[in-house]
DNA sequence: CATGAATGAGTGTTCATTCAT
DNA sequence: TATGAATGAACACTCATTCAT
């Protein structure tokens, strides 16, 4: 923080330069010459501070990821509710791609489909990350703001599927501006998947949404009623689709 | 359909191997001798095919995807209903990525972030299934299906991310067998977010979710309420989450 | 045999020019591209013959030796006595060593004290040999041509130290043209190093070296002797020296 | 040998450790920071003490074999007879070869085909020593220790070919522990090549060889002979194999 | 059609060596 | 004197692609 201003370090610069290449060209067509020529060394200076190419691929998400997921962790405790630490963690995914948009563009294009990638200490801090929201979805079937018979991991995958999707195609589009940021579709996608699955709490739903248009009619229809049918179940509670 | 049995054509044998081999190894990893040993052909064979290693890779896709999608369009006009079409475009793709894993993976995994496969008409064959998946939201929209202020891009990325996350998944854990098919998957999927976006019918919410405990006592409730309140609109609705 | 005018096939062009540079640079100060450019062909060419650098050294002595050893074990059966035996042997090692200089360089210089060729075919084909030679000494031990207490592996080393030694000096003085050929230098190390483990063959021994100093006194002490000793073996045989 | 206990010198631990590392890995093989780590300075340090990776290669022998050739130049005076001086000679090498298996390995496996190590110092001393031996032949040639026609080039190669035969392939073997010491080889293989060159004393020779088949047959020769040839000297020498 | 044979172009990686501190 | 940091210069090896047969 206090150092924005100091000259950037090389090994700073060549995680830069790379984090751009490969997310532009892949990391098969990007080279180390191009890289190393974009952070202002020679290849060799590369291979002293990173042994190999797939090393220096690979020590990026390590970087950003711990830093990201740290930060997003000490925010947590301080938001009570379940949807609210819901909201807070995708927020933070979705900031961590909006922001850093070759990072996004690295993750989600090239290294979740890595089969090494999957080993290293950069997804186990991402893996970390997914399982606390999974655990916060679970939590929420436990304390009764989710439907009891919720599919916590289906949840799960709805989220990161569609911020990834969004994300994903963003980047397929070439990262146009838009006048919404990302950040304003998660709202929208949180209230729809939200919404399918919060419990329904009966007794209120009948004082919440009854809207009656005219009392005296309603009165009426009821007296008419009540002779008829003892047991007016007007059927139903279709939920089920189909 | 009616040549199961013809023995397969050079061309189809090279194509076949490439998918494998593609999806296995991905593409700047895959060489064309090792597809072409496969096939039982030369490599000079392969190029007699197809021009460029690249071009093989996009030739796979460019045959399936328009087969599938032509094949998944003959059904659609049959079904009625806009839910029952989405879920018959969403079934067709989980049908093809379960049953092609080879093909899945090379799409999801690598095409969906190659440049120019966007160029490509298997893409634009991609494309043009997607766009009628927004098609057919929108029509939900207009008829009253999902609610109004739906916004049919979102869903379309909801719908479409979740499938592809839980596929991206299941390669990246090898394909696991499980119980539940992967097509299983998808109806819980659908519920929970169309039951997000379904319009709600006011009437009928009334009727159906009205449970009358004490019609009499609610009668006399009534009855009480009525000169007090002229237009009883016991507030609500509070729609918005939290 | 018959085709010795045909032109040269790309792999022999190789071989030739590797073996040249090989063994005027050393192995690892080689490139592949000099060995390409002499041979006249690309360096890719190179390693569709051979898998490696190392194949290619190492499949020069493959060649070379077992045509050798093959044809040299040929003459053997005719030769009777294993002096004549030893020296052809011998005879064949000086030969291909003097005939071809590069190999001789390549072989003694470098390849001897590689490890790696060690565990290879032509290694397997020089021990053979070497192995043959060993039998060959110790056939002349069993049979009386060499005293029994001969050591036949430090005869072995002495005989094959000796040529190598002679080679080796003979490379690295440049391989100056000589009056007499290395070949003409092999009788004369072969007469030190046999004449130093002969057996005795005692009749035809006195009649070449008895040296009579005095006939008369000699005489007299035969005359003497007569009556006593009809079989006067004045022992002796004291072989050892010192 | 006064400063047994001091610790060693930079520079003395850079020697040693290039010593091992060059002998076990061979020079193109072993790198400089290898070298450097194991004697605990900087690779710039190595620099400061010998300013190319070659330059230190040199410098290892340069050292050995000067202090061991001085040294065993000093007995020399002391030794009367040619054999003696010229088994202390070969002793020399034996012992030296012997005790520093890293330093053999190094000479007779990489040294001896290094054609720039032919101009350096250290290859002038083994040269100079080399000559000593070359002269020490001679003059046993000269002193009658040896025969009139013995070639000393040749002698000197096969002694030295035998000695360094021997321990190329002692090292080719992993340098195995023997019962008998490397340097019990030595005499037996002086044995063999001195008793090929030695000349002849004939007295001793009548005595021991001597075997009469027929005494009265060779007394009535001798009376024969007696008046004709006074100094009868019955042809004999045939000294030239076959 | 099919292919064996050939190669141009390229890249990751290594290390001896330098030099400012 | 000692060294940490940096790099220029190489090189083995790979593979998509071509083309004569």
Chains 1, 2, 3, 4 share one sequence.
Not at 15 to 28: N, Y
Not at 48 to 60: C, N, Q
Not at 137 to 163: H, K, P, Q, W
Request: hydrophobic residues 40%.
């Amino acid at each position: 923080m206090a150092d924005h201003t100091r000259k950037k370090t090389r090994k700073e610069r060549i995680m830069d330069a790379a984090l751009r290449i490969f997310a532009e060209k892949s990391f098969p067509e990007a080279t180390i010459s191009e890289i190393s020529k974009e952070a202002g060394v020679s290849d060799a200076t590369v291979y002293e501070y990173f042994g190999t190419k797939e090393d220096l691929l690979f020590a990026i998400p390590e970087k950003i990821s711990n830093d990201t997921f740290e930060e997003s962790e000490a925010v947590l405790p301080f938001i009570q509710d379940v949807e609210g630490r819901l909201r807070a963690m995708m927020l933070s995914y979705v900031k961590l791609y909006e922001n850093n948009p070759h990072y996004s563009a690295l993750v989600l294009l090239q290294l979740m489909s890595n089969k090494r990638f999957r080993q290293t200490d950069a997804h186990a801090a991402i893996r970390r990350s997914a399982h606390r929201l999974l655990d916060c979805i679970r939590e929420g079937i436990a304390n009764g703001t989710f439907r009891a018979d919720t599919d916590a991991y289906l949840i799960r995958s709805v989220l990161m599927g569609s911020v990834e999707h969004l994300f994903i195609h963003w980047h397929m589009q070439g990262m146009p501006k838009r006048d919404k940021s990302m950040m304003a579709l998660l709202d929208p996608v949180l209230e729809i998947i939200l919404s399918g699955i919060r419990a329904k709490k009966p007794e209120q739903e009948v004082v919440l949404r009854l809207k009656v248009e005219n009392a005296k009619t309603l009165s009426r229809m009821l007296s008419d009623a009540l002779p008829e049918k003892k047991k007016g179940k007007p059927s139903l509670k279709k939920n089920t689709v189909k």
